[in-house]
């Protein structure tokens, strides 16, 4: 028994050792350009958001932040119903061409302006004609990405073994992929939005989108059978006058897109859905735990849960980007570079742009310490990740305080905060990827990574308040000092994560077993 064990350990390490030196499978340059384009879509809206709702529909600074808050919660929170569902029934392929049809819808229907909102002669605000077709189309775009989202990451996994180490660096080309639709995103549809109309920059948003559906129906055929429904006789099964379960749930997919739209102008509501989502989830992994699986799954699921609370922490800092950091781009950074001042929403693209370049770099290098035995823990990475987020608004406090006499700070500030972000975010985001996909049990791998999105859902909920509270007028505080209070307190919330990741990681290390 012992030799025949010792013979089985040298032929997995000798397989992965070949699967190494192996070129990447062809599904992940599938996944790669169809979430490439996806972000496209996805970050040209982000781009123009806050600007749209200040500028178009009028609202205050905090009624925007709340509905920016509301909609991006909402779109990591779905990705908890399209996981579940591509796990029991549909399938990952039927649930990724689903997302791509309504988000196309949503895009398209994003370049309906209706008449701009206006404050009439009793100082009141009129409402933009158009805006029950924004809340509509956000709605379309929230269910769209919540089929999409989880189950395009989850295929990218299903194409490794768990232990493959050529994981990690899949994972992070992968993350190239989506950064490099995001900067192609905010420079194009920035620009455009800003100079041209809002609806060309949402109307090349939705090209994008329908580029990335063609790439992902011509090339599925390489994603070798893993994003096939589970059971195709139940898919096709009627269950309800003679309507299949398949059919049933594209239905189901349009009365979601109904509740979702109640739900986005409504900030109390959202937070009641969030917290109802996280209890559930939560208790029905307490009952799995208990009943279907071993003490080492159980372990493993810890850890992934633990992480998954950490990325939350990770994301509630990271998150500002789109509507604090936006706005302060706009209004108190310094935009002229050689005469000519660069459109605000243009500078989102610097997170993606350093994505794009640094990638490969940290691809490669989790792969060459991992061959020398120095590559760190999970828990480890987390941790760094997390300090370096909080270096970055570190550095925008510093930038302020260089401008306390209320001058523009500089944009170099600015420029170093999405550095670090960057590379904090190179640490997390596409490890925390490949470590759900790896700690998860088989059956409920789409399941835990709608849970890794239900956290950045609650975390960009939160981040919206403190946006919102940013924003507000105070007396006797002036903008750059309400900035620099909210980013004092990130940047401390993150230090502190940063901190309790690195103490608990030699448990969390061991939780997660023989994952590396």
Not at 247 to 275: D, E, F, P, R
Not at 333 to 343: K, N, Q, S
Not at 410 to 435: D, F, K, N, Q, R
Not at 478 to 486: D, I, N, P, V
Request: glycine share 10%; proline share 3%; aromatic share 12%.
């Amino acid at each position: 028994m012992d030799n025949s064990a010792a013979v089985e350990n040298r032929v997995g390490v000798i397989n992965n050792e070949k699967e190494a030196s192996q070129a990447h499978p062809k599904g992940l340059y599938v996944c790669f350009f169809t979430e490439m384009w996806e972000r496209f879509s996805f970050y040209g809206l982000k781009a123009l958001l806050i600007f749209y709702l200040t500028e178009h529909f009028l609202f205050s600074d905090q009624e925007a932040a709340s509905i920016f808050g509301n909609y991006f919660a909402l779109v990591y929170a779905l990705p908890l119903v399209g996981g579940v569902l591509a796990d029991r029934y549909l399938g990952a392929k039927r649930a990724v061409v689903l997302g791509a049809v309504l988000l196309c819808f949503g895009h398209f229907g994003m370049t309906f302006e209706g008449s701009a909102a206006y404050i009439n002669e009793s100082g009141e605000r009129v409402a933009s004609t158009g805006l029950t077709a924004f809340y509509l189309s956000l709605s379309f775009i929230i269910v769209g990405v919540g089929f999409l989202k989880p189950n395009i990451s989850s295929i990218v996994g299903k194409l490794y073994q768990v232990n493959d180490p050529r994981k990690d660096a899949g994972f992070t080309l992968f993350y190239m992929g989506i950064n490099l639709g995001s900067a192609l995103a905010a420079i194009i549809c920035g620009y455009v939005g800003v100079t041209y109309g809002w609806a060309y920059g949402f109307g090349l948003a939705g090209f994008g989108m329908l580029l990335g559906l063609v790439v992902f129906l011509r090339g599925h055929k390489h994603l070798l059978g893993v994003a096939d429904a589970p059971d195709e006789d139940k898919l096709t099964e009627s269950v309800w006058f003679s309507i299949s379960r398949e059919k049933l749930i594209y239905l189901g997919s349009l009365g979601l897109v109904a509740v979702v739209m109640l739900l986005i102008g409504n900030h109390q509501l959202v937070a009641g859905v969030l917290g109802l989502a996280f209890v559930a989830i939560g208790l029905w992994l307490v009952w799995y735990c208990l009943n279907e699986v071993s003490s080492e799954v159980k372990q493993k699921l810890y850890a992934a849960v633990s992480l998954i609370m950490m990325s939350t922490v990770f994301f509630l800092c990271f998150l500002q980007s789109g509507s604090s950091m936006n706005l302060f781009a706009d209004r108190i950074t310094d935009r002229l570079v050689f005469g000519v001042t660069i459109p605000a929403p243009m500078l989102q693209s610097l997170n993606a742009i350093f994505i794009i370049m640094l990638a490969p770099v940290f691809a490669k290098l989790w792969q060459w310490l991992a061959q020398h035995g120095y590559c760190p823990s999970t828990p480890i990475k987390f941790s760094l990740g997390l300090l370096q987020v909080g270096l970055g608004f570190l550095a925008l406090v510093v930038g302020l305080y260089f401008a306390e006499g209320g001058e523009q700070v500089a944009l170099g500030w600015l420029v170093l905060a999405y550095l670090l972000h960057t590379t904090g975010e190179l640490c997390i985001s596409p490890i925390g990827l490949s470590m759900i996909t790896k700690l998860s049990a088989p059956k409920i791998v789409g399941l835990m990574m709608g849970l890794w999105f239900l956290g950045s859902a609650i975390a960009e909920f939160i981040a919206a308040l403190l946006a919102g509270q940013a924003s507000m007028d105070i007396a006797g505080i002036t903008s750059h000092q309400s900035f620099s209070l909210l980013y004092q307190d990130i940047m401390w919330i993150a230090l502190g994560g940063a901190l309790l990741t690195f103490i608990m990681s030699p448990l969390l290390k061991r939780w997660m077993g023989d994952v590396v």
